[in-house]
């Protein structure tokens, strides 16, 4: 696109960037971000004990790691619906 052209979708491409994307999700659900993190830790941190896992058997290892991802980022989601839900019906003055 040259310079002297306009863009056809200004207000769509100012708003559509990855990083403003991510920060509006935050902003609105601030437990989502937390949760794929936490879920990211406990993968990298299974990978990482993997190497010394001992004498545990492959499969129990990589079971528990999955059972502990899953958790945090089940807990993460049940954090955030309790905090919309306070936001919503506790804080929310009653019309």
Known sequence: ?????????????????????????FKETPFVPIGMGG?????????????HRGDMKLSLHLIHMRVAAQGFAVGALTCGVLYSMFQEYVVKPKE
């Open 1 to 25: 696109m040259s310079p002297s052209q306009e863009s056809v979708y200004p207000d769509y491409e100012t708003e559509t960037s990855q990083t403003s994307k991510l920060i509006k999700k």
């Open 39 to 51: 879920f990211t830790a406990v993968v990298a941190y299974g990978l990482y004990k993997l190497k």
